[in-house]
């Protein structure tokens, strides 16, 4: 137990070097797989004329959850958006998660 006059070994070391994974890419993952959740409930009632020419940006985006729909529905004129919903939030949440993950400790390594 450290004294008055001595200093503890947690404040010493930085706050940046410390063992405590941090939380940001989660939280960046889980903001992603949301957003294209969303996206994919609210393909079927947005209209192409109000989104423009990102229209087919947002279709190419969300197509690995419509294709994946189609797929388990053995039908690719009847399949359900919130299969596709739920196809799209893990799929990007787990790539966002990876990129972040990886990114995080590349920088470390170049410190």
Known sequence: MPTETQESADNRVPHANRKDPSRWPLFVALAAGIVTALLSIGLGHLPYS??????????????????????????????????????????????????????RRVLRVFR
């Open 50 to 103: 109000f989104v423009g020419n990102s229209g087919s940006f947002i279709t190419a985006v969300l197509f690995p959850g419509l294709l994946g729909s189609a797929a388990i529905a053995g039908n690719a004129h009847a399949f359900s958006l919130l299969v596709a919903s739920a196809i799209n939030f893990v799929l990007y949440f787990f790539v966002v998660w990876m990129i972040c993950s990886v990114s």
